[in-house]
């Protein structure tokens, strides 16, 4: 048996943990696709989901930034590092701000 070649380190479905305003523990979904020139894609996939593009990956040091809007207009951003590059189940750290408030979270590709 054989591994599939793996395309854009970015490419899939990545999930971590936050604290949310209240204080309650909630989960942030990435949905991710590199289309050649940018990444693009979802936070938290559903209804109230927000779409992303212009997100960039800087290969010196796998810098990864997004930026985008949430329903009421607040940014929303991440500012991270990928780990464990060559596995599938690799992560990207660093800072995630949302309403104002940034915390350090560790998305794992699933």
């Known amino acids: 048996v054989g591994s ?10 990545w999930r971590a943990k936050a604290v949310a305003a209240d204080g309650s523990e909630r ?3 990435l949905v991710m ?6 990444v693009a894609g979802l936070i938290n996939p559903g209804r109230n989901g927000i779409s992303f593009t212009g997100g960039t990956l800087e ?3 796998w810098k990864f930034t997004l930026n985008a809007k949430d329903a009421g207009g607040a940014d929303v951003r991440f500012e991270g590092t990928i780990g464990d590059l060559g596995k599938v189940d690799r992560w990207v750290e660093g800072q995630w701000t949302e309403g104002g408030r940034s915390q350090t979270v560790r998305f794992v590709r699933e």
Do not use: I, R, S, Y
């Open 59 to 61: 290969p010196q040091g």
């Open 27 to 29: 989960t942030l979904v």
């Open 4 to 13: 599939a070649q793996e395309g854009f380190p970015l490419d899939g479905t």
């Open 33 to 38: 696709q590199w289309d050649g020139k940018q």
